[in-house]
């Protein structure tokens, strides 16, 4: 057995030490809602009727009880790409659940918001709270005491870590989320981000730039870049919590339908009345969250999730913070490139290997804990297979030995570079993160002049009026949770992406999110605290010199101690009403930090 990596030891056992009251009493929690909180033994007669009044066929085993009932919790709707293939599956899992003497009901629904959809518009200010919306709703589905075991259908940004969330606080139960998988390829990455900057710019037209997009998006299934949607089957992989290698399989496809089956048909026999009981809360521990970081690093995933982790691992009694991910980023060599930090899109990641090859060769290396108890394997090794068909026989071959494709997937040895490129950037400004991978070395130290701004809008505004055509720090304020709820800002990444290529020293610092798509711009994102809480970033004035510096992970103001602290903070914006961001207010004035999760939900239940 290869012995763990020092740094990635130490690391856990930091985050062990710092989390042991809250983790224990966590473990107490799911101990006592399985032995006597509400499940169906303890139903009265008219409660039981009326969760299985409308079963069916189904309707005398679920009333009998002596057999596995699974609560589907399903983010489907035929909007959403991504989800659009879970239109079929409660259906089909009840009779996959049927083969092996179970049921299955859907516990409940979940809105699935995308952020494909209300990029750069009014909606987007309800993206990060949806993630808390979804584990309300997981919590209600589940909270009607009808279920032994949960299978989760979710797949995209704030969905997955939505799910997760609500699951754990019925952590007793065991549970598996399943995948749909990513669309087929379309148009080329690199293509698409060519002709959106050349929208920027004004050389092309909106019918070009939507026909590009739609070349792009031209299907069922996942968005094909390696943004937070498939970071999340990334990390759900390095957890244990799918079947294997179920999570690049293509939607409407033969084996798609018998990774699914598999794991119904795996999740009837881990419940608690077997020999095999794997609840979920169990499955997520200390060691698991390090793994999910690991695979993060080590493959250039979202930076959402310096947010969405956190709140995951919170919601199982688990503290983690900035400073952790920072470590581990130190230590975990960048493994892979997918697009946006490489040409290759995840089907091609898939084909040349895919996470089944990244999860043996960062064992082989030491970089993960083998040691964790999976949904479907004797360890994490048990997950470095992919499924097969033979025939009609479903079997699971272990990972490529090599990978089939070194531009894209490296073993550690011979990494693409030696960290992991998410980095903690801090200073006189406060915490941000930075994503270094996905920025040419020479422009991972910037500093120049900045240009204030409190509104998105206001950056494109400048740059059509030439305004930023120069050596420019853009400062975007105002974005942070309890502002307007953390929108995404890539619709400026196409503007400062020009700026760049004409040569311009150019860089981001907003206390706004960008993820795994953001690109070329180096950016300090998340940046916390933020303007509404008080934080320096509010005191930053046009014209101040800013430096952001990834390898020596400072962010700070050239501005003296004194006089930045004798600023008065820019008054904040009046709150916008519409696309229903008024009923956001609640969740928005009780968010905690970005490092902490964002989540007034967590902070306002003390985990």
């Not at 084996?255 to 609840?279: F, K, M, S």
């Not at 962010?555 to 008065?568: P, Q």
């Amino acid at each position: 057995m290869t012995e763990l990596h020092p740094e990635v030891a130490a690391v856990t056992a930091r985050i062990v030490e710092r989390s042991r009251e809250s983790r224990r009493a966590y473990l107490a929690l799911i101990e006592r809602e399985r032995e006597s909180g509400v499940h169906r033994p303890k139903l009265a007669c008219g409660n039981l009727a009326h969760g299985f009044a409308a079963a069916g066929e189904d309707k005398a085993a679920i009333r009998a009880g002596r057999s596995m009932n699974i609560g589907i919790v399903t983010a489907y709707n035929d909007m959403l790409s991504a989800h659009q293939p879970y239109g079929r599956y409660p259906d089909q899992i009840k009779v996959f659940a049927r083969e092996r003497g179970a049921t299955a009901q859907v516990a409940g629904g979940t809105p699935a918001m995308c952020d494909g959809v209300t990029q750069g518009q009014r909606g987007m200010e309800l993206s990060l709270f949806s993630r808390d919306t979804i584990a309300l709703s997981a919590a209600v589905g589940l909270s009607h005491g009808m279920f032994d075991g949960a299978a989760l259908l979710g797949i995209c940004d704030k969905i997955v870590p939505g799910l997760l969330i609500g699951a754990l606080r019925f952590g007793h139960l065991p549970t598996i989320l399943i995948p749909a998988g990513p669309m087929p390829s379309g148009l080329a990455n690199k293509e698409k981000q060519r002709i959106r900057q050349l929208y920027a710019e004004g050389k092309v037209g909106r019918e070009e730039l939507l026909e590009s997009e739609s070349a792009s998006y031209h299907g069922a299934g996942t968005c094909t870049f390696y943004g937070t949607a498939n970071s999340n089957q990334m990390m759900m992989d390095m957890m244990g919590l799918h079947m294997p290698g179920a999570s690049f399989i293509n939607p409407g496809t033969k084996l798609r339908q018998a990774v699914t089956r598999a794991a119904i048909h795996r999740l009837t026999e881990i419940g608690a009345d077997g020999n095999d009981y794997r609840p979920l809360g169990r499955c997520v521990d200390e060691k698991a969250i390090v793994n999910a970081a690991v695979g993060l690093l080590a493959t250039g995933g979202s930076t959402n999730h310096a947010i969405h982790l956190p709140a995951i691992a919170r919601a199982a009694g688990i503290v983690i913070d900035w400073e952790d991910l920072d470590r581990l980023s130190a230590a975990v060599p960048l493994i892979c490139r997918v697009y946006p930090n490489g040409a290759g899109d995840v089907n091609h990641f898939h084909a040349a290997g895919g996470i089944s090859f990244v999860i043996a060769a960062l064992l082989d290396a030491g970089m993960l804990h083998d040691d964790i108890l999976t949904v479907a394997g004797q360890s994490l090794r048990d997950h470095a297979r992919d499924p097969k068909l033979a025939g009609d026989e479903l079997v699971f071959e272990n990972a490529v030995p090599e990978s089939l494709d070194d531009t894209m997937i490296r073993r550690p040895h011979n990494a693409f570079q030696p960290d992991g490129g998410m980095r903690l950037v801090k200073g006189n400004l406060g915490r941000a993160t930075f994503k270094t991978s996905a920025v040419e070395e020479q422009r991972r130290t910037i500093e120049a002049p900045a240009r204030v701004f409190d509104d998105q809008d206001d950056v494109l505004q400048a740059f059509k009026a030439g305004e930023l055509e120069r050596d420019v720090v853009v400062v975007v304020r105002f974005q942070g949770p309890k502002a307007n709820g953390m929108p995404e800002l890539h619709k400026l990444t196409p503007p400062l992406g020009v700026l760049q290529d004409r040569g311009f020293k150019v860089a981001l610092v907003t206390d706004g999110r960008m993820s795994g798509a953001s690109g070329k711009v180096p950016a300090a994102i998340h940046l916390t605290p933020e303007a509404l809480a008080g934080g320096p970033i509010g005191r930053i004035r046009d014209g101040d010199i800013v430096r952001l510096s990834g390898p020596d992970g400072r962010l700070e103001v050239l501005v003296a101690e004194g006089d930045l602290a004798a600023r008065d903070p820019a008054p904040a914006p009046r709150p916008d009403h519409g696309t229903g961001r008024e009923l956001f207010a609640l969740m928005r004035s009780g968010a905690d930090g970005a490092e902490q999760g964002a989540s007034a939900m967590l902070a306002a239940a003390g985990l």
